[in-house]
């Protein structure tokens, strides 16, 4: 990897990075508040099964694919780009899950046209695109500044990573030293991700997590809570 690239990704997976990502729990406040996580080991244990159970199988082989077709950006890649993206937001399993997803999408892509990431074409995909889901304007962003696959789908992994702990710390809470005690565990947990991730063919991706989907449709009527999803 060269310092470009490094940079790149260090700043696509920064919690600075202004897509809200910092407002959504994706399920696990829902999960705090059914006390099925009410200590460390149980946050460790929620957010290590997140990502073997539901990033590992899904979302990551996802974006690595949507990363190929940008890559590409022929005709049938260009249409396999958007039938993926609706794709996948119709698997969300929740209307707080489909709007996260969304409005992340969104406004990443923003970002990217203002910043005029990438080249005018493929921009124009990107804004064909709505809703578009938060991977594919990763993947569109990681292809604009050619970041390789692996090293990609591990900074998005990271940054997934990061926002659970972050939402751990205040909705359990933790302290900052339990926190970083799971993002330090599961530094190997991200590279098994990766790995299988890259195994993973297109039609063999896999979001089947009821349990998350429950707790995501309750957390919509849910009497108190800090995050949007």
């Not at 690595?64 to 399993?93: C, G, K, M, P, V």
């Amino acid at each position: 990897m060269n310092i470009a690239e490094l940079t790149a990704l260090l700043h696509l997976a920064s919690p600075a990075l202004p897509i809200g990502a910092f407002s959504y729990s994706q399920g696990l406040e829902a999960a705090i508040d059914a006390k099925l996580v009410e200590t460390a080991d149980d946050a460790a244990h929620w957010i290590a099964h997140g990502l073997a159970n539901v990033l590992a199988p899904g979302e990551l082989p996802f974006l690595a694919h949507q990363l190929e077709r940008w890559r590409a950006h022929d005709d049938d890649a260009t249409q396999a780009l958007i039938d993926a993206n609706a794709e996948f937001i119709a698997s969300r399993e929740s209307a707080e899950l489909r709007r996260e997803t969304a409005q992340m999408g969104w406004s990443l892509r923003q970002l990217c046209a203002q910043l005029e990431w990438g080249d005018a074409a493929r921009r124009a995909t990107l804004e064909r695109m709505t809703p578009v889901a938060q991977p594919t304007a990763f993947a569109f962003a990681a292809y604009a500044h050619e970041a390789s696959t692996d090293a990609t789908l591990a900074a998005y992994a990271f940054s997934w990573v990061e926002n659970q702990t972050a939402a751990a710390l205040k909705a359990v809470p933790l302290g900052q030293v339990a926190g970083q005690r799971i993002v330090v565990a599961l530094r190997p947990a991200i590279a098994d991700a990766v790995a299988r991730a890259l195994a993973t063919p297109p039609d063999s991706l896999n979001t089947f997590a009821p349990q998350l989907g429950i707790l995501s449709a309750r957390h919509e009527s849910q009497y108190s809570r800090l995050f949007r999803s």
